[in-house]
Nanobody, 122 residues
Framework: VQLQASGGGLVQAGGSLRLSCAAS????????MGWFRQAPGKEREFVAA????????YYADSVKGRFTISRDSAKNTVYLQMNSLKPDDTAIYYC????????????????WGQGTLVTVSS
């Protein structure tokens, strides 16, 4: 399984970015896809997840109402739309995948992408 994340960059506080994660290497119909992030000097943090087939969504409290996770099954791609960005959202964002929601949410996914840097300036 390969996960290729993209879309990071520099944005001012209050702005928006959309991250993409292109998945390849297997059938993902039973998988959960998600996003984790790690800020400088901090532990990794769950951000959001989506079940590939059913579209069930999970969000960290810190991003609810601001971030939206979605997927395009035809393109094997998961997106993270990030609005109303704050300096605290600055981090490397990692795309993850696993067949267990529980493992995704606690950062024990079997598959991790390479990460994409999001920097939010104040």
């Amino acid at each position: 399984v390969q996960l290729q994340a993209s879309g990071g960059g520099l944005v001012q506080a209050g702005g928006s970015l959309r991250l993409s994660c292109a998945a390849s290497g297997r059938t993902f119909s039973s998988y959960v896809m998600g996003w984790f992030r790690q800020a400088p000097g901090k532990e990794r943090e769950f951000v959001a997840a989506i079940t590939w087939s059913g579209g069930r969504l999970y969000y960290a409290d810190s991003v609810k109402g601001r971030f939206t996770i979605s997927r395009d099954s035809a393109k094997n791609t998961v997106y993270l739309q990030m609005n109303s960005l704050k300096p605290d959202d600055t981090a490397i964002y990692y795309c993850v995948a696993d067949d267990s929601v529980a493992k995704v949410k606690v950062g024990k996914s079997n598959y991790w992408g390479q990460g994409t840097l999001v920097t939010v300036s104040s």
